[in-house]
Each structure stands twice: as C-alpha cells, then as structure tokens.
C-alpha cells in the first residue's frame, strides 16, 4: 500500500518526549499509511536521541542545518496526499480513522482547510462557535467556520500538533508566507550570504521575519496562520473534526522566544527527564489513554512515567 501521510516532526532536547510522541504515534497509526521525517535539532542529550531513532528505524532523521531549508526540502520531498506536523510533547491516545478522515476530504472538497484531531463536539460544547454535524459514510463528522472563530483555538487553522492538511495547500500557505520576490530570497533568504554576515541573532532573525522565512517552530505555525488569517477569502473555510485523539503534555519547554505556560518545575526540565530516560523511564502512554484528555493541550496530570 502507498503511504498517503508525510509526518514531519519538530524536537530538541526533548528524547524522552520524543520516544513517547512515536511510539503513540505508532499505535494509532498504521505504519504502512505513514511516512515520518524528524527535524532534530543537535544540542544536548545525542546519545539518548541515538537510542530513540535506532528504536524507530524507519523514521527518516533530518539533523538540523538551516531550519527553513530543510523544512522547505522535506516538504518538496513529501509525495503524499497529506501532511501531519509534529512536535515532540504530543501524545496519540485513540485509533485514527484515516480511512474517514480521506472520505471526509472528498467529501469537504474546496470547503476543507483541515481535519484536525485536537477538538470533539464535547471539547467545543461550552464554547461560542457554532458546530456543524454532516454524515460521512455513516459517521456523524463535525466542522466549524474557523474564518469566524470565536476562541484561540477555533480561530487557528494552522498548527503543528495534531491536523492533516492536503500537502498542496500546505505548500500554498507557505508559498503565500514567504516573500515572493527573486531578489529579496537572493540576497535576504536564510542561506543568503548578507543574512549569514549579520552578527546579532536577533537582527538575523528580524530580517528573515521581514521577508517571511520562518527560523523555528514557532515561526513556522505562527507565520503562516496569520497569513491564512489574513487571506481567509482565498482558503477552505472548514476546520472539520470527529473526536479529539491526541495532546500537548506540556511540562517543559526548550524555545524560549513565547512565554512559557507549562508549571516549570525542577522535576520536568530537560536535564532531569533525559537523566531519567537513561534510566529506562518512559511516558506512561498507556496512562494517557485511559485517561483520554479533552483539550488540545494538557498538564503535569497527564505526565507520567513508567520502566520501560
């Protein structure tokens, strides 16, 4: 069977996390539909990420160089029908219907931005938006109008967790982000000569801003919805879901250039969970899927580990 899915995932310092998000992955996931790529960021802890790609030996490791390059390289590469981004604090906790999350994308044509696995009508319930119901192939689908989104989460229709994308619009957005202008990726692209000379990070990362070449994750989901935000009128207006199977575990963060939400505590940074990870710890995922999360981005609660 050809696979139909480009997973591109995102990690840094974060082995453990990153062990866990696979492995999650994996289980909901039929391996003959999925091809993954992982952007790893070489810092600290190799020996530990060693241990986690030999472990996943079909995982395609991109060791990161330039960011926006080899971003832009595995999604030229990527054949699939759909893109899933990726990001290494993410667990899957339910089985992944793709056969109707394809069937919805015939059906949604045109109208379909994405299907996203982070909402559920439960999830939304309480919220302002308004919930649409259609039947799919006998299944009772939902979608919302993200273009008149009424809470953070309803209003962003492009994120790195948990949603397939139809890869040409994927490359739309991202062509529609990034300035068009030959001269200006000649002379002020992320390889280019006077960007590479600029001697302060962040005048660096102010010019790259400038003409849209994303620098990191974050700029990577950031820029490019506010561009779909800003140009809603030319993009699929649904965001369409059926139930919510997986989440952000937030309990530490390696980027610190958005502010950091998660609790912070001495026993979940970088440090102490790759020193338990050589232990032979592991995300407790089991425990994740017994005890399913209802929001797209969950607590220390949710953070367990386990003896591998």
Known sequence: MD????????????????????????????????????????????REYESVFSQYKDVRVIVEGDFHKDVMGAIDRAKTKYILFGIDDVAFFDRVDFELIDKTFKRGGEEIFGFTLRFSPATLKNGPDEIIAEQVDGQTICKLDWTGGQTPHTRYPFELCCTFYRTDLVKKILAGTMSSNSAAKMFFGPDSVIVKLVPIRKWRRSLLKRFGFFFSPNTLESWPCRWSQRNAETLPRFTYFQRICGSAVQVNMVNTSTANTTDGTAEQTVEVLNEKFRQGYRLDIDYIAQHKPSQPGCGKDYFRLVRA
């Open 3 to 46: 696979r139909v899915i480009s997973n591109i995932v995102f990690t840094k310092n974060r082995p453990l996390q990153l062990e866990g998000y696979l492995a999650s992955l994996y289980r909901y996931f039929s391996p003959e539909l999925i091809e993954t790529s992982v952007i790893y960021k070489k810092e600290l802890f190799a």
